[in-house]
């Protein structure tokens, strides 16, 4: 598996909570970091949250106090817990991971992961 895979993603009400799973797949060994990534349509996609080896963790301000990034080093996994949803915070939800990357790094810079899953569709209602 090259592609990471999202999952958890729903539709909720404002003010709720979702928990983004996401498996990783190929392991990389080293200094390495992983990121969220979100995307509305017709819009760029943009970095929420992101934490490399070191667990260092970096935020968009618009989540910050709301979502917490963490990995799981055994299952090569990733989590985004979402709390306090907005409808801003509407769109598909993308997980990514690469070498040689902080977490301020990796948050600011999407071009520099190769490998996209198909994302998870997070909808939140007013």
């Known amino acids: 598996q090259v592609q990471p895979v999202e999952s958890g993603g729903d539709s909720v009400q404002t003010g709720g909570s979702l928990r983004l799973r996401c498996s990783l797949g190929?392991?990389?060994?080293?200094?390495?970091?992983m990121a969220w990534f979100r995307q509305e349509p017709g819009k760029e996609r943009k970095g929420v949250a992101a934490?490399?080896?070191?667990?260092?963790?970096t935020y968009a301000e618009s989540v910050k106090g709301r979502f917490t990034i963490s990995r799981d080093s055994a299952t090569n996994g990733l989590t985004l817990q979402m709390d306090n949803l907005k409808p801003e915070d509407s769109a598909m939800y993308y997980c990514?991971?690469?070498?040689?990357?902080?977490?301020?790094?990796?948050?600011?810079?999407?071009?520099?992961?190769?490998?996209w899953g198909q994302g998870t569709q997070v909808t939140v209602s007013p």
């Open positions: 990514v991971q690469d070498r040689g990357c902080s977490s301020r790094t990796a948050i600011n810079d999407p071009g520099r992961f190769r490998y």
């Open positions: 190929r392991v990389i060994y080293g200094i390495t970091c």
């Open positions: 934490i490399d080896s070191s667990g260092g963790t």
